[in-house]
């Protein structure tokens, strides 16, 4: 089914749980998108999600960043030609412009503005990933 992350074809409430991935990043309204989200999550219910993130320590937002600038693009471009370059050179400075207007800080209390409770977070990959996860209010 397609549909738009501002506007799901579903009741309030219809999942006991919902996960999504790498999505904030795509979309032009992420505090829309996300209070959408909440909105077809039953009380009670949970919400979790994957993205990529920016490392906070100094030496490994580094590492990070010459990865996501040098390494992937020459390693798409080895293993997938042409596609898959700009897809290396695509990733790192999304990732980036995402985080600097929209910090993990402000996501968190997006979540929390739509109606998540108890919203927690784990960085993984050394900073380069973040789970977040919580219930929604009401139950």
């Not at 309030?12 to 991935?21: E, I, K, N, R």
């Not at 390693?75 to 600097?100: E, K």
Request: hydrophobic residues 45%; charged residues 20%; aromatic residues 12%.
């Amino acid at each position: 089914m397609r549909a738009s992350g501002e506007r799901l074809p579903f009741e309030d409430g219809t999942f006991d749980a919902l996960t999504f991935t790498y999505l904030l990043r795509y979309v032009p309204d992420p505090e829309a998108v996300l209070g959408e989200l909440v909105r077809v999550v039953r009380p009670g219910g949970v919400m979790a999600s994957l993205e990529f993130a920016v490392p906070s320590a100094a030496h490994w937002r580094a590492a990070w960043w010459c990865y996501t600038r040098l390494v992937l693009p020459v390693a798409g471009a080895a293993t997938g030609g042409r596609q898959w370059y700009d897809v290396g050179r695509f990733l790192g400075p999304s990732i980036s412009r995402h985080y600097r207007r929209f910090p993990v800080s402000w996501t968190k209390a997006a979540w929390e503005r739509a109606g998540m409770d108890s919203v927690q977070m784990r960085t993984m990959s050394l900073g380069g990933g973040l789970v977040m996860w919580g219930r929604k209010a009401g139950d």
